[in-house]
């Protein structure tokens, strides 16, 4: 693709978040194909690094920082890096995500599993907003995709924890939306359907255990009946695009 070409993403500075593995992986690979300049922020380090050195086999150009998404001093530092290494930010794609405590009864759950979802999936989103907001800001043409879920928002989930998170980030996304689109940044929200990833696979190996059936064709049903991370990173690189400039609210995927 040329720089003409509405699709493309040439020169864009753009972060991922939960980059290392799985659909923010997949759209990492996609977003640099397409020519962006690609940051993976994660807290995985060597399957971050995996990700940076293929994509850069590929000719594509790609950098990892570590970053723990609940730790504002690393949130911070990472924003600064950038601002040091490119100058600008011009896209945040929030694909940093768990899901614990699948199938588990109120009882059961505890509070450290639903603390920590709700740390990664809404005080992760909270602080990566506040301090990558100046320099989508300064851009004048900054877009941020969440990437959420329709759990705890168009219907119920495996995890109470899971499904009160992503109903804390889709809130959280359109109150964001509505701060920023006077100051130049779009804002929107992905909600993938079911994908083939390490997050549900462990959710539907939960369940196979919790059941007492097998583990290997609860795998195997995955892979058959499941969508693909590359198919949400292609809808997530067309919302960072000048293409999607109408686009408002939330996208829904298979
Ligand atoms: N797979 C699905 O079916 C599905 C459906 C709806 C929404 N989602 C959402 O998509 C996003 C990506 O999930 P996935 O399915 O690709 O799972 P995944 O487990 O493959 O990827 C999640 C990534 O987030 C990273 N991460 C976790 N905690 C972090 C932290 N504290 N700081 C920084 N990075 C952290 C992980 O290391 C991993 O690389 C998540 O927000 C998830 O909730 C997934």
Redesign the pocket.
């Known amino acids: 693709m040329n720089g003409t070409n509405p699709l493309a993403l040439s020169g864009r500075v753009i972060l991922i ?2 980059g ?5 992986e997949a759209t990492a690979r996609l977003c640099a194909e397409r020519g962006a300049i690609v940051v993976i ?4 380090r060597e399957q971050g690094e995996r990700t940076v050195s293929s994509i850069r086999e590929a000719s594509g150009s790609a950098s990892f920082f570590y ?4 730790q504002p001093d690393q949130v911070s530092r990472l924003m600064d890096h950038i601002r040091d290494a490119h100058g600008r930010l011009d896209t945040m794609i929030c ?5 614990r405590g699948a199938w588990q009864q109120p009882e059961e759950l505890t509070l450290e599993e639903f603390s920590l979802t709700m740390d ?2 809404v005080k ?1 989103l909270f602080l990566c907003a506040k301090y990558a907001t100046p320099l989508l800001v300064e851009t004048g043409r900054g877009v941020v995709v969440i ?1 959420a ?1 329709g759990a705890g928002v168009a219907g119920p989930s495996s995890s109470l924890a899971y499904s009160s998170s992503k109903g804390g980030a889709n809130g959280f996304a359109m109150t964001l939306a509505a701060r920023l689109g006077d100051r130049g940044v779009r804002v929107n929200v992905i ?5 083939v ?4 696979l462990s959710v539907d190996i939960a369940a196979a255990k919790r059941q007492g059936e097998s583990v290997e064709a609860a795998i195997k049903n995955a892979h058959q009946n499941y969508g693909l ?1 590359m198919g949400v990173a292609r809808i997530i690189a067309f919302m960072t695009s000048d293409e999607a400039e109408y686009l408002r609210g939330n996208v829904y995927t298979r």
Do not use: F, H, M, Y
Not at 41 to 44: C, E, K, Q
Not at 197 to 200: G, I, P, S
């Open positions: 978040t939960g290392a593995q799985g659909i923010g922020a994660d807290v995985l970053t723990d998404v609940r694909a940093a995500g768990v899901l990664v999936n992760g990437v879920s909600c993938p359907g079911n994908i990833t390490e997050l549900k991370p």
